[in-house]
């Protein structure tokens, strides 16, 4: 089994700038990679970023050049740096694990608004 947690969402104004960290245990070992997703009100979940076991992360188009994926699975922990926020990156965020199967966190909101 794989566990994961998000953290760090809260209320942030346009231009501004979050951190989300997603906290993972279990069977870290069989982790391929982890993915970020979103979803707002009434939208599809989407993808946002992935970073792999050796570190590599992509990206979708809305969020290139202003979002980052980092950290270490292997270590517990991603991140998902959020820079330049806009009104349309309100959402809750996900992270996803993909292992034998996938895993999900319960998320945290992200709301950017003045």
């Known amino acids: 089994q794989v566990q994961l947690v998000e953290s760090g969402g809260g209320l942030v104004q346009p231009g501004g700038s979050l951190r989300l960290s997603c906290a993972v245990s279990?069977?870290?070992?069989?982790?391929?990679?982890i993915g970020w997703y979103r979803q707002a009100p009434g939208k599809e979940r989407e993808l946002v970023a992935i970073?792999?076991?050796?570190?590599?992360?992509t990206y979708a188009g809305s969020v290139k050049g202003r979002f980052t994926a980092s950290g270490d699975i292997a270590k517990n922990t991603v991140y998902l740096q959020m820079n330049s926020l806009k009104p349309e990156d309100t959402a809750v965020y996900y992270c996803c694990a993909a292992s034998t199967r996938t895993y999900w966190g319960q998320g945290t909101q992200v709301t950017v608004s003045s």
């Open positions: 279990g069977s870290i070992f069989s982790i391929l990679d």
């Open positions: 970073i792999t076991r050796d570190g590599s992360s």
